[in-house]
């Protein structure tokens, strides 16, 4: 699970940066302020690859991706983008558990 979380947090971080170039050119924002939540959201995409397993993990993914769609309201673009990673975070949940038990039932065989 933790490897296609990961991997969907990292294209989350690419997509977060490209959104901040195309924000800085709406009016009416400053360019402090959109690196500011860009930057800071893009160092959440890489923070909470290592801590995905850990209690709480899934759940501060959850509130990211929930960031991200909201974002739609300054960019429109990125309610379908939110969108898309927020499904994208629940198959790397679901499969990557359904992985992770078909792992541990191989391991358990084996040994």
């Known amino acids: 699970m933790r490897?296609?979380?990961?991997?969907?947090?990292?294209?989350?971080?690419?997509?977060?940066?490209f959104a901040g170039l195309v924000a800085m050119k709406q009016p009416g924002l400053s360019v402090g302020t959109v690196w500011m939540v860009s930057g800071i959201a893009m160092v959440l995409c890489v923070l909470l690859c290592g801590v995905i397993t850990?209690?709480?993990?899934?759940?501060?993914?959850?509130?990211?991706?929930?960031?991200?769609?909201?974002?739609?309201?300054?960019?429109?673009t990125m309610f379908f983008l939110g969108a898309v990673f927020a499904a994208l975070w629940w198959a790397s949940i679901r499969y990557g558990r359904k992985i992770d038990e078909a792992k541990a039932r191989h391991a358990a065989q084996a040994a």
Request: proline residues 5%; aromatic residues 10%.
């Open 3 to 17: 490897t296609l979380c990961a991997s969907t947090l990292i294209g989350e971080f690419f997509v977060i940066g």
């Open 54 to 76: 850990r209690p709480g993990g899934l759940t501060a993914g959850w509130v990211l991706q929930a960031g991200l769609v909201a974002s739609g309201f300054v960019l429109p």
